[in-house]
């Protein structure tokens, strides 16, 4: 199933990078549509994501070590009543989008991507560095830990890797006909990341909690098609770089923490609405 989405991801950014090359002369531009300056839209969507290996360095009294080439992947929700019910909304891996238009088809757009990152417990990661607990020193053998057992580490952005972003798009119109426009858009984003890191090491009470950890930086592209002028549907691909230095791993205040950095992909789908739509006469 990753690789299936992969494919979609890659899929995605091709056509439409071919689109917007081609936009140009395949489009009638006295029948086309813009997105005029002081329109705006709000999106709700979901994703699934995946993620480069990673190195993951810990530090705190008595240790100091990196695993190294750290697996990890996304965890959707099952289908439910979650994807569709106010008060469970936020359970499955959402993304939300408020856009206003700076300029005509150039839009400031605020997001979440609420993504969840899961280490895969069921792998062997190479070791580097020292840990004074002879216990959990034991547990690393030949330069290698493994941590299937989850009592070396369990180690989790689940609710969630939350990147906060800001960003600009260019949008382009694809086609227009009566009540139905295709938009092309193209950008960029940079913002905070939130987790809220669901950490276990070496038997410690879990962490769980919100704090901002670190930066993200993104590149994007979506297909947005526009019903009645109002109703739009979406579907967005994400790809872009993310380096947390500060990630919690107890629940008090001690300096303990963890570190890391890697690449990350999008694809993500959803619904929105399109106000203050000033169209052309």
Known sequence: MKKFFELVFVFFVGITTVFGQN????????????????????????????FSKSDIRFKGNGYDFTLNNVVAHDR???????YIDPTRLSIPQFNF????????????????????????QNQVANFSGHISD????????????????????TFEHTDGLNYVNLGL????????????????AYGGGIG??????????????????????GFGLDARTS?????????????????????????????????????????FYQVNFGVGYVFNRKLKK
């Not at 813009?34 to 969507?45: A, D, I, N, R």
């Not at 987790?195 to 950890?213: C, I, M, Q, T, W």
């Open 134 to 153: 002879p216990t959990y020193a034991g547990m690393v053998q030949n330069g290698q830990v493994n941590l299937s057992d989850e009592q070396f580490l």
């Open 192 to 213: 905070a990341l939130m987790p809220k890191s669901n950490v276990k090491l070496f038997g410690n009470e879990r962490s769980d909690r919100y704090h901002l950890a």
């Open 97 to 120: 989008r408020f856009a206003y238009f700076l300029k005509d088809n150039l839009a400031l757009v605020v997001s979440q991507d609420h993504m969840k990152y899961v280490m895969d």
């Open 223 to 263: 297909i947005n098609a526009v019903f009645w002028n109002h109703i739009m549907a979406r579907v967005e691909g994400k790809f872009g770089y993310i380096n947390m230095p500060d990630i919690k791993t107890t629940l008090n205040n001690k300096p303990d923490k963890a570190s890391q950095d890697f690449v």
């Open 23 to 50: 936009q140009e002369t395949t489009i009638d531009n006295n029948n086309t549509s813009s997105l005029k300056k002081g329109t705006m839209f709000v999106f709700w969507g979901w994703n699934r994501a995946g």
């Open 76 to 82: 959707p929700s099952e289908l439910s009543m979650a």
């Open 169 to 184: 798009e260019k949008y382009k119109n694809l086609s227009s006909k009566k009540n139905f426009d295709i938009f092309w």
